[in-house]
């Protein structure tokens, strides 16, 4: 039996997470990734890894007892403030909850650590797929090479060259608008912001806007500024003046407290916009021979449901484990994948539609305390 050559286009969290997969079960692959190095890009950012898809894929990949060593221990604590800086929810981290915290970078570097030295191709930016007979297709790239693939997997996020080839979806703006900012030392040097935030996650919301924040393990402040806003907010900003940019934003939120303002006018680093795009909820396709999706790719969805990299690094492993799971038949394999895929892919993104809605309604916060209380109650009555 001959083995198929797989191809990951993408080393993020789901493309590693494959990749590590196969080769616990023995199977070889190659990831193709535009980054130039590891290094290219900060990967900064908590992420919460949740007990029911995110730390299976770990186990699968036999990483967790590695994972529970990048815990940031009290980082699940959370707390709900509204436009006038009043607490209406603060949480301790008890060690007890499903969904600790790591940070982004950290868990990337053990999956990269976890793969055989070349499996990860460096610098290699797809500029074309040409569909080729018996579900082969061929890779181009930037500098001109070629590469032929039995399996092309693409694990290449939002704007996915390899989504085309199954699908004629492509993201859309979402309705909400990010600005990402970074607080260093932020007990020393910014204390007012520190105090704000609490040790572990912030969500400050109001009517169609919110500052939502986290404690990193340096005792940095990572901050997204979000605004339920027209797509041509962002590009009117020039990103490039700090201080105008910080300007701008503030600007919209001119009737907050002033300890919130202070989240934004204190940033350390410059200001990155981000805007929020997604995929339609119910986004599926017709199998096509050799070829499937995973992650962003697949499924790109607000933040809101928190599900993004947890989806990713499930959508790996199950991946994984349906190619050795149908030795010498690729098709079964990839039919078995997407037919788990499509219906968690379209629960989550309708999650994160649903809270996108409650964290800006007209009452926020109280609609995302109306959340929390019906998922405590929910949680009571498995008791």
Known sequence: MTTPTISIVGAGLGGLTLARVLHVHGIASTIYELDASPTARTQGGMLDIHDYNGQPALHEAGLFEQFRGIIHVGGEATRVLDSRNVVHLDEPDDGTGGRPEVERGQLRDILLDSLPAGTIRWGMKVTGVRTLDGGR?????????????????????????????VSTATPSYAGVSFVELDLFDADE???????????????????????????????????????????????????????????????????????????????????????????????????????????????????????????????????????????????????????????????????????????????APQSLLKLFAGYAAAAESTH
Request: charged share 20%; net charge negative.
């Open 137 to 165: 297709h061929e890779l181009t790239f930037a500098d001109g090479t070629t590469v032929v693939t039995d399996v092309l997997v693409g694990a290449d996020g939002a704007w996915s060259r390899i989504r085309p080839l």
């Open 189 to 363: 040097r910014h204390p007012g912001p520190a105090e704000v935030v609490g040790s572990g996650g912030l969500m400050a919301l109001g009517p169609g806007k919110g500052i939502l924040a986290h404690r990193e393990p340096d005792d940095s402040l990572h901050v997204y500024v979000a605004v339920r806003t027209s797509p041509d907010w962002l590009p009117g900003i020039d990103f490039s003046d700090t201080a105008t940019a910080k300007a701008a934003v503030i600007e919209q939120f001119a009737d907050w407290a002033p300890e919130l303002q202070a989240v934004i006018a204190e940033a350390d680093s410059p200001l990155t916009p981000r805007m929020v795009n997604m995929l339609p909820i119910e986004h599926r396709w017709d199998r096509v021979a050799g070829v499937t999706l995973l992650g962003d790719a697949a499924h790109l969805m607000s933040p809101f449901a928190g599900e993004g990299a947890n989806l990713a690094m499930f959508d790996g492993a199950e991946l994984g484990k349906a190619i050795a799971a149908h030795p010498g038949d690729i098709e079964a394999a990839l039919t078995s994948y997407e037919k788990g895929l499509f219906p968690r892919s379209a629960e989550a993104a309708a999650e994160a539609n649903r809270n996108l809605e409650i964290c800006f309604a007209d009452d």
